[in-house]
């Protein structure tokens, strides 16, 4: 498929007019939504965008007017008092309610107006005589919905998770029983929109499911109510409490329009208020009560009633300047309906047609329907890719690859674990086993046995455009679409089985070289050292000659440049003093080449004789501080709390000098931090490797990287066939490749990759345990001689390293215990390996 050809706003309009909001669509975008520049964004389900209108208007606002505390009753308060209660009336305008039918709670978000009703709600438990009550749900909810269930089951409360089919196919024309008689409270939840596919579920079900004409309610005597987990929806969609009156609709406010956070609310009907009973009160919440004695009577407004302490009254101000940005940049919720799921639609369509050369198709889309309707469907499209065998590439590699084009998605399972199994056929059993092998939410273990755990979701906002739709689908066609096989996509072929090849058995040899062309060589026939010289490709000596350490790197500074030694001492947490310090940003958040790519241009170095590690950097003055903090200077800097791949770690400021260089070469505020020598941060168990109770210091996973010289020239010699006229012929340098790769120790002498086979290996006096294969991101992209970014060699690592984007193992020394003698170790050391037992 011809994308160039296909991916035009010609061929976009001939499926879908209703685009934009006016003439001048592309001028607003670049008025409201200037940081956006070079970012394609599609991952507005999780939160969309503010424009920059919204925040300009709310910060005149609170600076021309002061905003008292609501419940005082000065000109300033009553301000406040006034100005909330015109955000409730504009809220409920927004979907079509009035105050007489329903009451606006404010929240801190969906999920705490979610908690608000399951701790309210009057749950009447089952006895022998009487019915109890059914907390029921939409297998396809929201981990926040599935949750209540938490709550419920500890008070005798029936929970039935109900499939989408079930609530129409096993509904009853009549339903039997007198509901005068029993008046057994029961809740059934479901969401307006799926947050994980999209699909808009009936509105109607609303008063189907209170009217007791669809299952499960047709099944259960009592008064059935219904909570609309609007969220998802709301952000694109239009809501009319008219025509679907649940009891209770929580939503979140920067679903909608990306500012504030931290605030929800929820929607409940008056008429439904009143089954509500509260336990704990708040200030604000009482008509009168008594300190010393059982006595309290909740406050006659519902709101008041339910809104623990002062409401987060600054940031109720900035949704009615939300409201006033919306509807002013799109006139209103369907225009922005008929906008995204038009580019949602197209987006949907074109992939769901791309195949690989072969035939096979690219993607595998989860969907009940086809977009064939707003009715119907959200802007919402959830996917996993697959390889031209047919296999699922995990969602983790499709999230790095995307970064390298600056493109924001969503992968896991969304926090919807029901919609996940269903789409995926993932039976409960395996989620279990997913667990047990090392996978939990939220992390990038994408697949388990060759099986996906999560997949890939983008979604469209009301500032989307056709060229983020563009440049996605072109993405996809760049990174995941095999042509047929030409020459170099052969090649490429016979590189994935060389790298298959050296995971095995070192008596295979798949590739040899004649001629400038690559085919399989027959498997009697040895090759020679000359035939794979391109490779690097050499029989392993069983005498250790061939493995050498030919390089040792330390990094003082996390995400600074390398500083390479000879011979350097072994301390307790690895290469001494790699990764001791850190540069934060002025909120103490690490800085790395991701974020900032010209940390790299940062040369720190160690000098041993002085104490001291000098800072370096093109156009500056060399500074330096000391190598060990002195008791006073302990004492004169603060000990402060900071974040390393989610670990807590206790830091050190090293003082103004350093974060003033920093901060002019880097042009923001930032600070020089150490860790702590009185801290110890203990190494993550990872499902995969060995064992191991070391210390770490400022790294992200292990004491040590290690990377082997032809792996990366065979990923060097991928990146020069697949090169092209965009990228740098200095990116083919070996060195430049090696230095992308940022590890601490470089060998040589091996097959290519065959260091994942490792489980041990012994350099010079020195033991290591292999702990684990490193995970590899956009920032090898980053060129450390100039900070530029390029999509090599990402980009080739994807292609080789077939499911995973590994490349280098991580280590960790075993030191003999009560050993006096300070380990060195030294470049040119003969390194023994030892594998795997098979």
């Known amino acids: 498929m011809d994308f160039q050809t296909l991916c035009t706003f010609k061929s976009f309009e001939q499926v879908w007019s209703r685009y934009g909001y006016g003439e001048d669509f592309q001028g607003v975008i670049e008025r409201e939504f200037p940081r956006i520049k070079g970012i394609t964004y599609l991952d507005h389900a999780a939160t ?44 409920l305008q927004h979907f079509n309610a009035t105050p ?19 701790e309210s709600f009057p749950w009447s438990p089952q006895t022998e005589s009487e019915v109890g009550s059914h907390f029921c749900y939409l297998t396809d909810s929201h981990t926040s919905v599935v949750g209540i269930r938490g709550l419920t089951s500890g008070q005798g409360v029936v929970t039935l998770p109900v499939s989408p089919q079930e609530v129409e196919n096993r509904a009853k024309a009549e339903t039997e029983g007198d509901d005068v008689v029993c008046q057994t409270p029961h809740l059934f939840c479901y969401p307006a929109q799926s947050n994980f596919s999209g699909r808009k579920y009936p509105l109607s079900h ?51 329009f990306g500012f504030p956070t931290g605030l929800g609310a929820l929607l409940v009907r008056n008429d439904a208020a009143c089954i509500l009973k509260k336990t704990y009160f708040g200030g604000g919440t009482a008509a009168a009560y008594l300190s010393g004695e059982d006595y309290y009577v909740h406050a006659a407004n519902i709101s008041d009633r ?7 009254f600054l940031d109720i101000i900035a949704v009615n300047h939300g409201f006033e940005a919306l509807y002013r940049i799109t006139g209103g919720m369907h225009n922005i309906q008929q906008h995204t799921f038009g580019l949602a639609r197209y987006t949907y369509m074109l992939l769901s047609s791309v195949c690989h050369g072969n035939g096979r198709p690219v993607a595998k889309i989860y969907t009940e329907g086809q977009f064939e309707s707003p009715s119907t469907q959200g802007a919402v499209l959830n996917f996993n890719l697959k390889d031209s065998h047919g296999q699922i590439i995990g969602y983790s590699q499709v999230d790095r690859m995307a970064s390298l084009y600056n493109i924001h998605v969503r992968t896991g399972c969304f926090c919807n674990t029901g919609a996940c199994q269903s789409f995926l056929g ?24 060759g099986q996906p755990t999560g997949s890939v979701r983008v979604s469209f906002g ?34 994935k089985t060389a790298t298959a090849a050296s995971r095995g058995s070192n008596e295979h040899y798949p590739i040899k070289i004649a001629n400038g062309e690559i085919f399989k060589a027959d498997e009697k026939e040895k090759p020679t050292e000359a035939s794979l010289r391109g490779f690097r490709l050499r029989d392993s000596n069983s005498h250790g000659e061939a493995y050498t350490l030919t390089n040792i790197y330390i990094y003082p500074i996390k995400s600074c440049a390398a500083y390479e030694v000879h011979d350097w001492p072994v301390g307790p947490q690895g290469l001494l003093y790699d990764r001791g ?42 500074i330096s501080v000391p190598l060990e903090n002195s008791t006073e200077m302990h004492r004169s800097y603060p000990v ?62 292990a004491q040590y990287l290690m990377i082997n010289r032809a792996s990366v020239e065979l990923i060097q010699k991928l990146m020069s066939s697949r090169q092209d006229d965009s990228e740098d012929d200095h990116l083919l340098d070996t060195q430049n490749v090696i230095s992308r790769f940022r590890a601490n120790l470089v060998i040589a002498g091996v097959e290519p990759f065959e260091e994942d086979n490792w489980s041990h290996l012994i350099i010079g006096n020195t033991r290591f345990v292999v702990t684990g294969q490193c995970g590899r991101c956009q920032m090898v992209g980053v060129d450390q001689d100039t900070g530029t970014k390029t999509k090599e060699p990402l980009m080739s690592l994807s292609a080789c390293r077939t499911g995973k984007m590994t490349f280098g193992v991580y280590l960790t020394h075993q030191l003999p215990e009560g050993s006096t003698t300070a380990n060195v170790l030294s470049a040119g050391s003969p390194i023994y390996p030892e594998p795997h037992s098979s």
């Open 581 to 622: 310090w850190m540069v934060v940003n002025g909120n103490s958040v690490c800085l790395n080449q991701k974020r900032v790519p010209p940390l790299c241009l940062i040369r720190p170095q160690v000098h041993l004789p002085s104490n001291k590690l000098l800072l370096q950097a093109s156009g500056m003055d060399t």
């Open 48 to 91: 969309t965008l503010y424009p920059e209108s919204l925040i300009r208007d709310y910060f005149q606002d609170i600076s021309r007017n002061v905003y008292g505390n609501p419940h005082s009753h000065n000109p300033s308060s009553r301000l406040t008092h006034d100005t909330v209660e015109r955000v409730r009336y504009r809220v």
């Open 306 to 312: 339910f809104e623990d302490g002062t409401v987060s």
């Open 206 to 256: 609303v008063k189907g499911i209170q009217a007791r004409r669809l299952y499960p309610a047709c099944d259960h005597q009592g008064r059935w109510f219904v909570l609309l987990d609007a969220a998802a929806h709301v952000s694109c969609s239009p809501l009319n409490l008219q025509e679907c009156p649940a009891d209770f609709i929580p939503i979140s406010f920067y679903k909608m």
């Open 640 to 701: 402060c709390q900071s974040k390393v791949c989610g670990d807590r770690v206790e830091t050190v400021d090293c003082g103004d000098e350093a974060a003033s260089w920093l901060s002019d070469f880097l042009g923001q505020p930032c600070r020089l931090i150490r860790q702590s020598p009185d801290f110890t941060r203990g190494m993550k168990k990872r499902p995969s490797g060995a064992a191991t109770s070391s210390s770490l210091s400022l790294v992200n996973e």
């Open 426 to 449: 993932i039976t409960n059993q395996q989620m279990r086993r997913n667990l047990q092998a090392g996978h939990v939410c939220g992390d990038s273990i994408d697949l388990v046995d």
């Open 100 to 118: 007489e039918e329903y009451s606006v709670i404010f929240t801190s978000g969906c999920t705490a107006a979610l908690k608000l009703v399951a």
């Open 462 to 495: 009301y500032m989307s455009t056709f060229e983020d739709c563009q440049k996605f689908l072109n993405f996809v066609a760049d990174c995941f679409v095999e042509k047929p096989l030409a020459l170099d996509q052969v090649r490429l072929e016979e590189l």
